[in-house]
């Protein structure tokens, strides 16, 4: 059964500050690695997506990669502002669309 | 574009009581799929369906009926409500059969049921 951790729970850093999330689960066979961005009270927005065969992702100041066989991703946020502040999940794809998510770290960005 | 449209948004039962949460999506999406957010434990996969009259049973199925009449549609029902059935309930929907599995889902802003 894939298990996916993730540290740390919560992390609070100053307004600009370059920040990594991580990510780390129990079987390497997976289709697909996704990051979520979560606001209080909503739902969840797919931020980026790595596909089994691919390293990284990229989108403006966040990159993700992935590396299969330690079992881990990270997600990087350059520059890091209040508006930033929400809880971040990754989420393994190991058949289809069947996701198994971590339980997220919650990022406080303080101005 | 409407996406993925859950109702109702907040809902309190009674323990014993049935309700039915409504899931819709206007993508014309094959996959779709419901999950329960609880504190410390994520997001788990109750029921999902990867067309209309397919449906298969997640991580914790029990307690949770669903049906897939049409595309856009997937109904969550609870048949006897129980107080550990209180949580956020999410719907999510994508495409299937597109390059390596690269789904990306999309999901409704949650439905919040407390059991009392």
């Known amino acids: 059964k894939q298990e996916v951790t993730q540290i740390p729970a919560a992390l609070s850093v100053p307004e600009g500050e370059n920040l990594v999330l991580n990510c780390s689960f129990t079987?390497?066979?997976?289709?697909?690695l996704q990051w979520f961005r979560q606001d209080p009270g909503k739902g969840l927005t797919s931020l980026l997506l790595i596909q089994s065969s691919q390293r990284e992702q990229t989108s403006g100041r966040l990159n993700a990669s992935l590396d299969k066989s330690s079992g881990r991703s990270t997600l990087y946020i350059a520059a890091s502002q209040p508006g930033d502040s929400a809880t971040y999940l990754c989420?393994?794809?190991?058949?289809?669309?069947?996701?198994?998510f971590g339980e997220g770290t919650q990022l406080t960005v303080n101005p | 574009n409407a996406g993925v449209t859950q109702t109702p948004k907040f809902q309190v039962l009674k323990t014993g009581q049935s309700m039915t949460l409504q899931c819709a999506q206007d993508?014309?999406?094959?996959?779709m799929s419901w999950y329960r957010q609880d504190p410390g434990m994520g997001l788990r996969l109750i029921h999902y369906?990867?067309?209309?009259?397919?449906?298969d049973q997640g991580e914790v199925p029990n307690g949770y009926n669903v049906s897939r009449s049409t595309t856009e549609d997937f109904p969550l029902r609870l048949l006897s409500a129980a107080p550990s059935q209180t949580s956020v309930y999410f719907c999510a929907s994508s495409y299937l059969g597109r390059s390596s599995g690269a789904n990306v889902l999309t999901f409704g802003a949650g439905s919040r049921l407390t059991v009392l």
């Open positions: 079987d390497s066979a997976i289709y697909n």
């Open positions: 369906s990867v067309g209309a009259g397919i449906t």
């Open positions: 993508m014309n999406h094959e996959y």
């Open positions: 989420a393994l794809a190991t058949s289809g669309s069947r996701l198994t």
